[in-house]
């Protein structure tokens, strides 16, 4: 079985910076791609950065400049460092990651973890 946990959520005023940090744990042989999306009440789950077992990232546009997504794979981690945080990054943000554990590649998602950024 494979687990994919997130943590480092939380309240910050604007202009702050927050961590979170993903990790996956169980029968894993390879990861892929790994990344950050988000969920604000009343909208899609939407990207806000990727990053491939290589290491090249990309980024939604609204978090450009702003947010940096990085990760160790000897620890099957992933990070999201959100600097200059403002009310709308405010959301559930949720890990994603491809993982094959034996039967081919599959996508596995956290429960998510709510950042509130007030103003």
């Known amino acids: 079985q494979v687990q994919v946990v997130e943590s480092g959520g939380g309240l910050v005023q604007a202009g702050g910076s927050l961590r979170l940090s993903c990790a996956a744990s169980g029968t894993i042989r390879s990861i892929n791609a790994m990344g950050w999306y988000r969920q604000a009440p009343g909208k899609q789950r939407g990207l806000v950065a990727t990053?491939?077992?290589?290491?090249?990232?990309s980024y939604a546009g609204s978090v450009k400049g702003r947010f940096s997504i990085a990760r160790d794979n000897a620890k099957n981690t992933v990070y999201l460092s959100m600097n200059s945080l403002k009310p709308e990054d405010t959301a559930v943000y949720y890990c994603?990651?491809?993982?094959?554990?034996?039967?081919?590649?599959?996508?596995?998602w956290g429960q998510g973890t709510q950042v509130t950024v007030s103003s």
């Open positions: 994603n990651a491809q993982i094959n554990s034996g039967y081919g590649f599959r996508d596995y």
């Open positions: 990053i491939t077992s290589g290491g090249s990232t």
